[in-house]
């Protein structure tokens, strides 16, 4: 039995389905500066990633005379106060850089949202202790608290990204926790309540993915953060000696920085353009994301 | 109030909340009604009534405060888990709001199969042959079913929340003012739709509305709430025919109608000011207030729902047990 | 005859939208005479409460403007208005109470200073004057101990009394023309009434005319003196409210008339089904499609229909249709 109107009730023409990450990235590629953003990081990606195979300089040994500037020998972008290539630290430290900087963000999410999920879904006395506990690393001061973790466990790579995301997770933790407090009254929430849904299907399968927007930009924006921290605490000799990142070049080479300008200027500008298109990218992002910008 | 064909019975129905600063919120205080199978029965009353949240009760999206609620001769009240779950079967609810009620990252076909999947009915195959049969039933084309929420108008989205509600072959189904969100000339073809299902698969309704016109219309039998308590029960005759209760009366004849152009109803019964707080309630009778007809003993005591006639109560001090005014 | 108080005529209103200019109101032409009430009538996106902002030359622009047509207030085209001329006709000749009170009450000032600030802006009083102006037009419009509740912020008000405030504040300088865009539906029908109770006394104490736009066809047949019914942004109806209701002409008309359930005091058993108009309104896309824009929907299509829109046709008195079925029985 179907409605007699049926025939007439369907009068809008069919649209293809278009999943929600195909208009995503139809905004996304509509906008020229996050498309910049995407484009710049692409080239920082492909530099480091690719570039390690292609130049085949050690970055940890003495190749040449040392501070000497750059253009001035075969090693173009000069050498370190012990005669290392700040071209090949470039290459090699910036998959280092990059490594922590994404792991330490992985870390920051992981926790953030799912102390912010757990916070915001239950409410009452999960969201008080989770809420306290979220204040108590706020107030902290950043960079003491991974100081100490990292000199605690010495400076190796992953103690390194563990102490970064240890101490960067809690504003994610409270956009997370707004997100699910507006998401779970909604009715659609209710409706999976109500056909048998359990609290996990909800919170990971339900919320979760529409409270992702925001949260895929404050990831992004993250690893540029993260990748700051690392070269922060690298300048304060705080990086792991077995290998070269951007932030240990700096650091490295901070006391040499009257005689020798290249050495910390090169990994600086680096840093500056692998954030700078990182938080193109997660602008362009949020702006892809936000439904109210989106044509309907 | 028990009888054998009853399928959901509940009673005195308790819902509380308490507010940040410590008070309660006497959302539903101590209501009591049952439905039979086949029936449709609807709660009516203003925002703040506590309609909605003795429905969402009744299918235990709220937690009720005390009280007790048996569907199908099942205590529903405290279970929880599987039992809770088991239950969800055989009730079912359609949201106010077509665009807050569907997932909008899901697909519609995934959507109405959700509920097959998540309590385990049927094979694959046979999921996807009740899901096409689901939206035929609605009056959707299958091969819509690809589509998400957005791309629906909200006559449409409200079909398909309504196939949804219906996936898991329920007895009771809870309409949360399923019409209210929408155009009027939407409003029809969903009234409709609600009237044609039931009579086809004799659904027992649960029906929340502010709009009399629509109950009039859907259902059977009619409670008005008013502050959290039922303050007149019976049949739709009993209701619009011959309307007991003072509150009941100023509603009916506040709705604006066709018969009486470019001046108000003659009889029209004028209330005063707003209901009071749900917080802080007063101690006789809650409508006492406003009533026009209002004397002193109805500041001091609560009156109680008395039945006047088979299955026609009022709670109304004025009204005596004969239903006469007095 | 005195010359009516707004005159529209030829309106249309344009939206950009993906690129193209889409008109959602269209040759639109009516009167609004002295201290009556003009109905406007539709469903969403039928571009009425479009309509009521070029009215008070409030369209959104950018995405919107007024593409063509005047809109005369007692002489004064608003479409060709400075924004400093707008402002000074706002509140003083024609004010707009909208749908949602909550959203259009600024939450940070008391709803005393929000009154008194309209008042002082209008008539130059002082803060003394604008505050008893405030109270005594908050007693006005029906608020209980008005001279405590001048000092509540709208927070602290019920919906019902948040909409009597929202009617204060566009009372106070005593407009000309009152626009309501669906002024009670977010109320319960008790506050509904109380409301309307209201504009009638007002509009008999200072003949301010109204015009109310609503979906709902028992507010109107109540409320308004004519009606004007609106479908995919033009005018397809327009008459005296008691034909609109006793013999609707328009087709569409006819349809949201009969569509809606009417409360009965003897209600049968089993009432037949409603009567259903099929499908949906159109996208405001698909407004830029010639012909009819109620062809797909309507039961008395004729090839006609579809391909020109039939122009309004006067029928009897003060009434017309846009219907090419009207067209052929007057010829």
């Given at each position: 039995?179907?409605?007699?109107?049926?025939?007439n009730?369907?009068?809008?023409?069919?649209?293809?389905?278009?999943?929600?990450?195909r208009?995503?990235?139809?905004?996304?590629?509509?906008?020229?500066?996050?498309?910049?953003?995407?484009?710049?990081?692409?080239?920082v990606?492909?530099?480091?990633?690719?570039?390690p195979?292609?130049?085949?300089v050690?970055p940890?040994?003495?190749?040449?005379?040392?501070?000497?500037p750059?253009l001035?020998?075969?090693?173009?972008?000069?050498?370190?106060?012990?005669?290392?290539?700040i071209?090949?630290?470039?290459?090699?430290?910036?998959?280092?850089?990059i490594?922590?900087?994404?792991?330490?963000?992985?870390?920051?999410?992981?926790?953030?949202?799912?102390i912010?999920?757990?916070?915001?879904?239950?409410?009452?006395?999960?969201?008080?202790?989770?809420m306290?506990?979220?204040?108590f690393?706020?107030?902290l001061?950043?960079?003491?608290?991974a100081?100490?973790v990292?000199?605690?466990f010495?400076a190796?790579?992953?103690?390194?990204?563990?102490?970064?995301?240890?101490?960067?997770?809690?504003?994610?933790a409270?956009?997370t926790?707004?997100?699910?407090l507006?998401?779970?009254?909604m009715?659609?929430?209710r409706?999976?309540?109500?056909?048998?849904?359990?609290?996990?299907?909800?919170?990971?399968?339900?919320?979760?993915?529409?409270?992702?927007?925001?949260?895929?930009v404050?990831?992004?924006l993250s690893?540029?953060?993260?990748i700051?921290?690392?070269?922060?605490?690298?300048?304060?000799?705080?990086?792991?000696?077995?290998?070269?990142?951007w932030?240990?070049?700096?650091?490295d080479?901070r006391?040499?920085?009257?005689?020798s300008?290249?050495g910390?200027?090169f990994?600086?500008?680096?840093i500056?353009?692998?954030v700078l298109?990182?938080?193109?990218v997660?602008?362009?992002?949020?702006?892809?994301l936000?439904?109210?910008?989106?044509?309907? | 109030?028990?009888?054998?064909?009853?399928?959901?019975?509940?009673?005195?129905?308790?819902?509380?909340?308490?507010?940040?600063?410590?008070?309660?919120?006497?959302?539903v205080?101590g209501?009591?009604?049952?439905?039979k199978?086949?029936?449709?029965?609807g709660?009516?009353?203003?925002s703040?009534?506590g309609?909605?949240?003795?429905?969402?009760?009744?299918?235990r999206?709220?937690?009720?405060?005390?009280?007790q609620?048996?569907?199908?001769?099942d205590?529903?009240?405290?279970?929880q888990?599987t039992?809770?779950?088991?239950?969800?079967?055989?009730?079912?609810i359609?949201?106010q709001?077509?665009?807050?009620?569907l997932?909008?990252?899901?697909?519609?076909?995934?959507?109405?199969?959700?509920?097959?999947?998540?309590?385990?009915?049927?094979?694959?195959?046979?999921?996807d042959?009740r899901?096409?049969?689901?939206f035929?039933?609605?009056?959707?084309?299958p091969?819509?079913?690809?589509?998400?929420?957005?791309?629906?108008?909200?006559?449409?989205r409200?079909?398909?929340?309504?196939?949804?509600?219906l996936?898991?072959?329920?007895?009771?189904?809870v309409?949360d003012?399923?019409?209210s969100?929408?155009d009027?000339?939407?409003?029809?073809?969903?009234?409709?739709?609600?009237?044609k299902l039931?009579?086809?698969?004799?659904?027992?309704?649960?029906?929340?509305?502010?709009?009399?016109?629509?109950?009039?219309h859907?259902?059977d039998?009619?409670?008005?709430?008013?502050?959290?308590?039922?303050v007149?029960?019976?049949?739709?005759?009993?209701?619009f025919r011959?309307?007991?209760?003072?509150?009941?009366?100023?509603?009916?004849?506040?709705?604006?109608?066709?018969?009486s152009?470019?001046?108000?109803?003659?009889?029209?019964?004028m209330?005063?000011?707003?209901p009071?707080?749900?917080i802080?309630?007063p101690?006789?009778c809650?409508?006492a207030?406003?009533?026009?007809?209002?004397?002193?003993?109805?500041?001091?005591?609560?009156?109680?729902?008395?039945?006047?006639s088979?299955?026609?109560s009022?709670?109304c001090?004025?009204v005596?047990?004969?239903?006469?005014?007095? | 005859?005195?010359a009516p108080?707004l005159?529209?005529?030829?309106?249309?209103v344009?939206?950009?939208?993906?690129g193209s200019?889409?008109?959602v109101?269209r040759?639109?032409?009516?009167d609004?005479?002295?201290?009556?009430?003009?109905g406007i009538?539709?469903?969403?996106?039928?571009?009425?409460?479009m309509?009521?902002?070029?009215?008070?030359?409030l369209?959104p622009?950018?995405?919107g403007?007024?593409?063509?047509?005047?809109?005369?207030l007692?002489?004064?085209?608003?479409?060709?208005?400075?924004?400093?001329?707008l402002q000074?006709?706002?509140?003083?000749?024609?004010?707009?109470?909208?749908?949602e009170?909550?959203?259009?009450?600024n939450?940070?000032f008391t709803?005393?200073?929000?009154?008194?600030?309209?008042?002082?802006?209008?008539?130059?009083?002082?803060r003394?004057?604008a505050?008893?102006?405030?109270?005594?037009?908050?007693?006005l419009?029906?608020?209980?101990?008005?001279e405590?509740?001048?000092?509540?912020y709208?927070h602290?008000?019920?919906?019902?009394?948040?909409q009597?405030?929202?009617?204060?504040i566009?009372?106070?300088?005593?407009?000309?023309l009152l626009?309501?865009?669906?002024?009670?539906?977010?109320?319960d029908?008790?506050?509904?009434?109380?409301?309307f109770?209201?504009?009638r006394?007002?509009?008999e104490?200072?003949?301010?005319?109204i015009?109310?736009?609503?979906?709902?066809?028992?507010?109107?047949?109540e409320?308004?003196d004519?009606?004007m019914?609106?479908?995919?942004g033009?005018?397809?109806?327009?008459?005296?409210a008691?034909?609109f209701?006793r013999?609707?002409?328009h087709p569409?008309?006819?349809?949201?008339i009969?569509?809606?359930?009417?409360?009965?005091?003897d209600?049968?058993?089993?009432?037949?089904?409603?009567?259903?108009?099929?499908g949906?309104?159109?996208s405001?896309?698909?407004?830029?499609?010639?012909?009819?824009?109620?062809?797909?929907?309507?039961?008395?299509?004729?090839?006609?229909?579809?391909v020109?829109?039939?122009?309004?046709?006067?029928?009897?008195?003060?009434?017309?249709?846009?219907?090419?079925l009207?067209?052929?029985e007057?010829?």
């Amino acid at each position: 039995m179907i409605d007699s109107s049926l025939d007439n009730f369907n009068t809008e023409p069919m649209e293809k389905p278009a999943s929600p990450a195909r208009q995503t990235w139809k905004m996304f590629s509509s906008n020229q500066s996050a498309v910049a953003g995407l484009i710049l990081l692409a080239i920082v990606l492909i530099f480091s990633l690719v570039g390690p195979l292609v130049y085949q300089v050690a970055p940890t040994e003495m190749v040449w005379m040392p501070l000497t500037p750059p253009l001035e020998s075969e090693y173009l972008l000069g050498t370190d106060y012990l005669g290392r290539d700040i071209l090949a630290g470039l290459i090699n430290g910036g998959r280092i850089t990059i490594a922590i900087g994404a792991s330490a963000a992985l870390l920051t999410i992981v926790i953030g949202v799912t102390i912010g999920a757990l916070a915001g879904y239950y409410g009452g006395w999960v969201d008080n202790l989770l809420m306290r506990v979220t204040e108590f690393f706020q107030v902290l001061p950043n960079l003491l608290l991974a100081m100490v973790v990292v000199m605690l466990f010495s400076a190796t790579l992953t103690n390194i990204a563990i102490a970064i995301g240890i101490v960067s997770w809690t504003s994610t933790a409270r956009l997370t926790r707004a997100e699910f407090l507006r998401l779970r009254s909604m009715d659609y929430v209710r409706a999976e309540r109500s056909i048998g849904a359990k609290n996990r299907r909800i919170i990971w399968a339900v919320i979760l993915p529409n409270a992702a927007p925001p949260l895929i930009v404050s990831a992004a924006l993250s690893i540029g953060t993260a990748i700051l921290f690392e070269a922060g605490l690298a300048f304060l000799g705080l990086s792991d000696p077995n290998n070269m990142s951007w932030g240990r070049m700096i650091g490295d080479n901070r006391p040499y920085i009257l005689d020798s300008w290249w050495g910390v200027t090169f990994p600086g500008i680096a840093i500056f353009l692998t954030v700078l298109a990182i938080s193109l990218v997660g602008d362009g992002l949020n702006d892809a994301l936000n439904p109210k910008l989106r044509k309907r | 109030m028990s009888s054998k064909d009853a399928l959901l019975e509940v009673s005195d129905l308790k819902v509380h909340f308490p507010t940040r600063d410590g008070a309660i919120v006497h959302a539903v205080d101590g209501v009591t009604f049952s439905i039979k199978r086949g029936v449709a029965f609807g709660l009516v009353g203003e925002s703040g009534s506590g309609k909605t949240t003795t429905a969402l009760a009744c299918v235990r999206l709220v937690d009720p405060t005390a009280g007790q609620i048996t569907l199908g001769g099942d205590d529903i009240t405290n279970i929880q888990g599987t039992s809770l779950r088991d239950a969800r079967k055989k009730m079912q609810i359609v949201f106010q709001d077509p665009y807050a009620s569907l997932n909008p990252r899901e697909r519609v076909g995934s959507i109405v199969k959700r509920p097959l999947k998540l309590m385990n009915i049927g094979t694959a195959t046979e999921r996807d042959a009740r899901v096409k049969e689901l939206f035929e039933i609605v009056g959707l084309r299958p091969e819509q079913s690809e589509l998400f929420p957005h791309q629906f108008s909200g006559g449409q989205r409200q079909r398909v929340g309504i196939a949804r509600a219906l996936a898991t072959q329920p007895d009771l189904i809870v309409c949360d003012e399923p019409v209210s969100a929408l155009d009027v000339a939407i409003q029809a073809q969903i009234l409709n739709l609600l009237a044609k299902l039931k009579k086809e698969f004799e659904l027992t309704y649960l029906f929340i509305s502010h709009d009399l016109a629509v109950v009039q219309h859907i259902c059977d039998e009619i409670a008005v709430m008013y502050l959290g308590q039922i303050v007149e029960q019976g049949s739709k005759k009993d209701i619009f025919r011959n309307p007991r209760h003072p509150y009941t009366k100023a509603l009916i004849s506040a709705v604006p109608s066709t018969d009486s152009i470019g001046k108000p109803r003659e009889d029209r019964i004028m209330l005063d000011g707003d209901p009071p707080s749900p917080i802080s309630l007063p101690t006789g009778c809650r409508f006492a207030s406003r009533c026009p007809f209002a004397v002193e003993s109805c500041e001091d005591t609560p009156p109680m729902l008395r039945e006047i006639s088979a299955e026609h109560s009022v709670a109304c001090h004025r009204v005596d047990a004969a239903g006469n005014f007095t | 005859m005195q010359a009516p108080l707004l005159s529209v005529r030829d309106l249309e209103v344009s939206f950009q939208i993906g690129g193209s200019d889409v008109p959602v109101v269209r040759d639109l032409s009516f009167d609004v005479e002295h201290g009556e009430t003009l109905g406007i009538v539709g469903e969403s996106g039928c571009g009425k409460s479009m309509t009521a902002l070029a009215i008070m030359g409030l369209v959104p622009n950018p995405p919107g403007r007024i593409s063509k047509g005047s809109i005369l207030l007692e002489g004064i085209d608003i479409t060709t208005a400075s924004e400093k001329d707008l402002q000074a006709l706002r509140g003083n000749d024609m004010s707009m109470v909208f749908q949602e009170p909550m959203t259009s009450l600024n939450p940070v000032f008391t709803v005393g200073e929000q009154i008194a600030e309209t008042a002082r802006a209008h008539f130059g009083l002082s803060r003394a004057e604008a505050r008893n102006k405030a109270i005594e037009i908050l007693r006005l419009v029906g608020i209980p101990s008005p001279e405590k509740r001048v000092d509540d912020y709208p927070h602290q008000l019920s919906g019902g009394m948040r909409q009597r405030v929202m009617i204060a504040i566009s009372l106070v300088c005593e407009p000309k023309l009152l626009i309501a865009d669906e002024p009670t539906t977010a109320l319960d029908v008790t506050v509904q009434a109380q409301i309307f109770d209201l504009f009638r006394e007002l509009q008999e104490k200072t003949k301010t005319a109204i015009i109310l736009i609503t979906h709902d066809i028992g507010v109107v047949a109540e409320m308004a003196d004519r009606v004007m019914v609106m479908y995919a942004g033009r005018n397809i109806e327009k008459g005296p409210a008691i034909d609109f209701i006793r013999a609707p002409q328009h087709p569409y008309t006819r349809g949201l008339i009969s569509c809606i359930p009417t409360l009965q005091a003897d209600p049968p058993d089993e009432p037949d089904a409603l009567f259903e108009i099929p499908g949906v309104v159109p996208s405001a896309v698909e407004l830029a499609k010639p012909g009819c824009a109620f062809a797909p929907r309507c039961p008395n299509v004729i090839d006609r229909c579809k391909v020109e829109f039939p122009p309004s046709t006067q029928i009897e008195n003060n009434r017309s249709v846009s219907c090419w079925l009207a067209q052929e029985e007057t010829v």
